[in-house]
Each structure stands twice: as structure tokens, then as C-alpha cells.
């Protein structure tokens, strides 16, 4: 790897990616995506930022996270991914990318309000289909809310009911599982999942070790906050790793893919993987293992019903468009059209 590229290597660049640089396209510079302003990206570059001007229609689309391959200050292609994080799209057909070339996603809930199991499941689901690690952070474990609430067992519920998922608790104020939250992180890219008024950006600030991101109060009424983050940016962390700040979203649509919806359930679809016929719909039918071991306990009845569920909801979706490599093409200019 070239010494002057070290200056990328926070950022997460490596051997492998220069060699599908090279590959990719011949004598260009690798930029990674801190901010895409739909017509202009922020890119980092070798020892600085730099805004590049989108002047060709690329494919895939750019997003936050990405390794971008720039020739003669112009950005021309986007180097392939090593994971995606996508949602069904909230308007719609086809899907909404959320970041690229993450390893882990925090799956960020707060104890000032009910820890919601299906989304926890959703979010682990689009975790998986990225091929990304989830990791469930609790946070205001420290404050006073109508409801009482035993933040440790708080943690223990959420790891019977999603077994295999680092479950962190966090108090931003009192300094509460930072440093464990910053231990997981390592040098890794990840990226924060959650509603609006979970705490999110109360985490990224005391990640980075600075305000660069407005925090906003939640309402008493229901610990609904308002977006205070409305665009993605990525940030490097101070003493090792990557982070990728979102918005709040209020829904995790899957898309088209039950492998995702596989893993999150590992344990039910392992059993069902041994049911008697291969088209068995899980529901009773003769030699169903599932049914079996409801009955005796093996597995849990509202587990196996979430598990329906997402399944469910993956076979009634139309399929996304594939993630396409074609070569781009320039955008016409207003007085060639």
C-alpha cells in the first residue's frame, strides 16, 4: 500500500481495498464518503477533505460509507461494496440506502420508553442482510421516568429474547458503558439504528469526545424526541474506528431477503430445517419440527410468531432492484439536452 495513503487507514483503508482500486480503475485516488449532498460529495482524501461535484451518473448510487474511486478531481466509479445497510423504502417501492462498508450496527433504545422486541428483530434482520454484527445499546439507564425501570434487568430480557446479540448498557451523563461501547467498536465502521429521541446523538457525542451533534429534549408525554440529526456523516473516532451518524427513523421496512430474516431467528430456523417435508408451512402440518418443539418447549411461542411474521413479510415484498456495477454514464449538461 502506497505511504501516501496511510493517512486513510483510520478511515478503514487497507491492502484489499487497494487492490480493488486497481482493479477497478487504473491510476485513480480512493476518497471514502463522509457527506453526499446529491449533487456533491464530501470525500477524505489523502491528508484532506475535499467537496467533488457528482458529474457522472454513477452505479450504485453513492452513499455515506463508500470508497470512491476519483481521476482528474472527478468522481468515477464506486468501488464494490463489502455490505450495504439498506430499509425498505418509508415511501414507497425499492430501497432506501442507509450506509456502506459498515461492520457493526448499535441498535440504539431508551430505557425512558418500552424496548420494543420487533425492532430490535427488524433492525438485527437489516444488520444481517448487510452482513454486519448488531449490537443492542440501551441508553439513559440513569434517568428518572414515571415507570421504573431496572436498567440491568432491562439488559438481561433483551438478551433472553434475542439470544447471540451484544446487549451494552449506557448513561451518557454519568459516563455509564462508553468505554465498553467504545471497546466493541475497535477499529471497525458502524453505524447507530433508533428512534428519534433514543439517545443517539448524546452517544455520538461522547464517542467523538465533542458536541458536533445537536441534541434535542424528548416530550413527556410519550419520550418522543424530534430529528435532530437530518442528514448522514461520517466521523472518525478518536482512538481507533469509524462512525456513521443517521437520522431517527420511525419504521425499519425489510427488503426482499430472508436470509436476514434467517439469522435473526437462527435458533427457530434451524429447527425448521429439519421439518419432515421441505414445504411445510410450520403451522402443524404432520412431521413439523417447529410444532414439536413448541410443544415441548424448545422454543418460544411469540419468538416462532415474530419469526412468521418477517417471513411473512419478506415473501409479500416486491424483490429490490439489484445492486447494479454498471459503468457510468455522464449526466448531460442543461444545454445538451
Known sequence: MSESLESLVPLGWDPAWANTLATTVHGAEPGRVLQHHGVALVLALADRTETVMLTLRLEPQPTVGDWIALKNGEAVAVLPRRSLLRRRNAHGEGEQQLAANIDKVLLVCGLDRPVKDGRIQRGTAISRDAGAEPVVVLTKASRETDVEVDPQRAADEVRAAHPGIDVIVTSVKEGIGINELRSIIGNDTVTLLGESGAGKSSIVNALIGDDVVETGDVRESDSK?????????????????????????????????????????????????????????????????????????????????????????????????????????????????
Open 225 to 337: 424526541g424530534r430529528h435532530t440529526t437530518t442528514t448522514r456523516e461520517l466521523h472518525l473516532l478518536p482512538g481507533g474506528g469509524v462512525l456513521i451518524d443517521t437520522p431517527g427513523i420511525r419504521a425499519v421496512g425489510l427488503v426482499a431477503d430472508n436470509d436476514g430474516v434467517a439469522e435473526t431467528f437462527a435458533d427457530v430456523d434451524d429447527v425448521a430445517s429439519t421439518c419432515r417435508f421441505a414445504d411445510c408451512q410450520h403451522e402443524g402440518q404432520p412431521g413439523c419440527a417447529v410444532a414439536t418443539a413448541l410443544a415441548d418447549g424448545t422454543l418460544n411461542a411469540q419468538r416462532v410468531e415474530a419469526w412468521r411474521r418477517l417471513e411473512a413479510e419478506t415473501d409479500a415484498t416486491e424483490p429490490v432492484t439489484p445492486r447494479s456495477s454498471a459503468p457510468p454514464r455522464r449526466s448531460r449538461r442543461p444545454d445538451e439536452r
